[in-house]
């Protein structure tokens, strides 16, 4: 026994002498280390990635990528092996990596630790760790104005009368993030379809072919005539395409698997993130605590558009509406747009800074409008407006 | 003609024990083939050199102080759930529910951090902690033990299932103690309070689960080899009747030794949410529970040898993930390279148990030459 643990002591220590000098290499130069909770077989993580090699070529930066980091102690420990490894800047992609990369930046405060998705960089007050979002609500309000045009060509056709309006939409959780989604999304058909419903039901997952799948054959046998969705798999589009519902998709085109029902779909470009923290490191300048992409800094994208399943007229009214958005004409949470139990809001206190009791603490309805992704860059919109009907509240 | 030669071109017969030094030596050689054969599946996807593939192995796992600590920390994990499940299989009782009996230990850890953190000092919380999870996989590994005591189930299958109702137990509650709300995620229970964090050793964050996995082997192999309860373990596992004739009271050792067994699981669910993860997922274990089965049984149910064992298994887990990473190839290629090695490594046990005879070619004409 001591025997064994005495030949295993030797040989590590004799590995940590060969290592040593191997690490001390180009202090100066930024390398970016890039934490991904999956593979780039997950449509989420693969948007990161393809960003990361994006930013990184277009920077000139050397890069290393660790894939498969489940959010627990083994991403604190890929943090600190990456700092080990000699980079200066540590990204991580997945909401449940934010506590092991807050703990990392603790222990390393000359490397920069940028989050994505996360909500603490606000209150943590360290110097050296950010987290980012992108504005997607505009997104999906895009994508929302695209469903609501198909609404109203199935009125027109007489497939539906104007009652009939209603849309389907497939959420992961209750949570800000997906609320501020399908709100979004809802209020964008609104704009175009005036007397457009929406039921939402929610999967209890990211990532789940089958509840997304159950969830919109849920959706179809209720009435819902077009579809959306806050999840990452394939199995809600292949379930529409099957019953030739049209849906707004996330996150990437399915034009090649659901060719007939497929209309456009809205994702994050995170590539101007990543080589602005980059830039931010090579001139020396801090990173923000918060940043929030939007969709005229191109951090918030449309893919192309389907002419086979969308209404005659969508690209038009999405490039009014796009550039409305980028000149301030345009709110997407205007207040004058929905009601909250038949009433207007003047004000409300969101969750902004995340305590255990989800209490509101900062008033985030100011000028006409709720102030989204501006306090921090997670969003925070969890209102639940009338016209939106949630089936289900498990998750 | 034909009926002369019945011999089959190979027939397969039992060995003697073979001396330690020539069924180890088998072993050794057994994992050079196995690098060298990663090594050539390696090259031909990457076209790296092969010497370059062997120093990211070494390197995964010595790299650096931090990986040494790495691999310690996870050799003490997986060591302690082999140590755990091996009492169980000396028995001939074969738990494979490792996995649910650490994940209840988890449960009850996490459950002892969150709801007692505002109510009790530190020290009452650790101690609540260490002995409700000690009972929890004590109660996940006894239900499948007094069944297969009573009424004679299948504890395999018992025991396996159990761990799918550990699981879901574990995302129930997730979803009830997650933060923020709808992110199915708990987080780092107690990140700035520090309530019932285990004691670290020093600056060394994983010295205390070391230290207490070293001891808990020696313990492991006296209470195996030199007590009346390990000697009882072994008669039951040779032959019920016998122990039975014996006057051993078998449902009696079946219960006892599955509650030490769970318990002992239960010890590594402490050891992994108290002492170095602060939190729970239905991931936490990492399929230990069963890896656990493997190291077990490659060092024949010695706890001394299993050091070397749990080393070996997690030294090519961490080489293999270094692999992936350096040479820019997903998880999935990591899972190969360890699937090659395991598939050699249970491989080559076979051929220590057992001989291969060829049909001897002199024998075919009836007549020996020479």
């Known amino acids: 026994m001591k025997k064994l643990v005495s030949i295993i002591m030797t040989i590590a220590l004799l590995a940590c002498l060969f290592a040593a000098p191997a690490m001390a290499d180009d202090a100066t130069a930024v390398k970016v280390g890039f934490i991904f909770l999956h593979d780039e077989n997950s449509t989420y993580d693969l948007n990161f990635i393809n960003a990361a090699k994006e930013a990184c070529e277009a920077q000139g930066v050397e890069y290393m990528m660790k894939t498969g980091i489940p959010e627990g102690q083994e991403c604190y420990e890929t943090a600190m092996d990456l700092v080990d490894a000699g ?50 609500y505009e997104g999906r309000y895009l994508g929302g ?61 990211w990532y789940d072919p089958t509840a997304e799948q159950e969830g919109a054959v849920k959706l179809i046998n209720n009435g819902c005539v077009v579809i959306s969705e806050h999840a990452d798999s394939m199995g809600a589009p292949s379930e529409c395409e099957a019953h030739n519902v049209p849906f707004v998709f996330y996150n990437g085109s399915a034009a090649d698997a659901c060719p007939n029902t497929y209309i456009v779909a809205s994702r994050i470009n995170w590539a101007p993130y990543m080589e ?69 809001l003047e004000s409300y206190l969101a969750d902004v800074d995340t305590d255990e009791a989800y209490t509101g603490d ?34 | 003609m034909a009926k002369r030669n019945q011999e089959p071109l190979v027939h397969i017969t039992k060995r003697g024990t073979l001396p330690w030094f020539v069924s180890w030596g088998i072993r050794a050689c057994t994992i050079v083939l196995a690098m060298v054969f990663c090594g050539i ?70 459950a002892c951090m969150i709801c007692l953190r505002n109510i009790m000092p530190n020290w009452a919380v650790i101690t609540c902690m260490v002995v409700s999870s000690l009972l929890a996989g004590a109660v996940w590994g006894g239900i499948p033990a007094l069944f297969k005591a009573k009424w004679n189930t299948n504890e395999t299958l018992f025991t396996l299932m159990m761990n799918y109702i550990a699981t879901q137990l574990v995302a129930y509650f997730i979803i009830i103690w997650e933060v923020p709300k709808g992110s199915g995620a708990i987080g780092i229970i107690n990140q700035s309070s520090q309530i ?63 509650l030490l067994s769970g318990a002992l699981c239960g010890l590594a669910g402490v050891l992994l949410v108290g002492g170095t993860d602060h939190t729970m997922t239905t991931t936490i274990t990492g399929g230990r529970g069963f890896t656990a089965v493997m190291v077990s049984w490659l060092a024949k149910f010695n ?16 080489g293999a993930g270094e692999i992936s990473t350096q040479f820019g190839l997903n998880q999935s290629f990591s899972d190969i390279l360890t699937g090659i090695i395991l598939f050699f490594i249970i491989g080559c046990e076979f051929f220590i148990t057992y001989k291969i005879n060829f049909r001897h070619v002199g024998r075919k004409g009836g007549v020996p030459h020479v």
């Open chain 1, 87 to 136: 980079c200066n800047i540590i990204f991580a992609d997945s909401f449940g990596h934010e506590p092991y990369m807050i703990q990392a930046a603790k222990e390393c405060p000359d490397v920069e630790f940028c989050h994505a998705t996360g909500t603490r960089a606000h209150t943590e007050n360290l110097d050296n760790y950010h987290n980012a979002f992108a504005a997607i």
């Open chain 1, 145 to 205: 104005i695209a469903a609501g045009l198909k609404l109203n060509q199935l009125i027109e056709e007489g497939k539906i009368t104007a009652d009939q309006a209603k849309l389907g939409y497939i959420g992961a959780f209750t949570y800000a993030e997906v609320m501020s989604g399908y709100t979004s999304f809802f209020l964008g058909a609104r704009s175009v379809c005036p007397t457009a419903t929406m039921e939402v039901t929610f999967s209890g997952s």
């Open chain 1, 276 to 344: 602005h923290m980059i830039e931010c490191v090579k001139n020396g300048e801090a990173i923000e605590v918060d940043w929030t992409g939007t969709i005229s800094s191109e951090s918030v994208l449309l893919t192309e558009l389907n002419e086979n399943a969308a209404a005659p007229g969508t690209a038009e009214a999405i490039e009014a509406a796009k550039a409305a958005m980028v000149a301030g004409e345009l709110k997407v949470f205007d207040t004058a747009a929905f009601t909250v139990n038949g009433e207007k």
């Open chain 1, 362 to 395: 900062t008033e985030v309805i100011a000028d006409g409008f709720f102030h989204e992704s501006e306090f921090r860059s997670a969003p925070y919109f969890d209102l639940r407006i009338d016209g939106i009907t949630l089936l289900d509240e498990a998750y």
């Open chain 2, 41 to 110: 599946i390696t090259i031909l996807v990457t076209g790296e050199n092969p010497m370059n593939i062997y120093a990211t192995i070494f390197n995964g796992s010595f790299g650096t102080p931090r990986r040494v600590w790495v691999l310690l920390q996870n050799i003490a994990i997986l060591l302690c759930v082999s140590l755990a499940v091996t009492p169980a299989f000396r028995m001939r009782f074969w738990n494979i529910g490792g996995e649910g009996q650490m994940l209840a230990g988890c449960l009850a850890s996490a």
């Open chain 2, 196 to 258: 019932g964090w285990l004691p670290m050793i020093g600056s060394y964050k994983y010295l205390l689960n070391v230290i207490i996995v070293a001891v808990l082997t020696v313990l492991m192999y006296i209470y195996l080899n030199y007590s009346k309860h390990g000697y009882e373990i072994s008669v039951v596992g040779e032959s019920e009747r016998t122990a039975r004739y014996v006057g051993i009271k078998v449902d009696r050792v079946i219960i006892r030794t599955m």
């Open chain 2, 303 to 318: 706890p001394i040898w299993m050091i070397l064992t749990s080393f070996l298994l997690v030294f090519l887990q961490r």
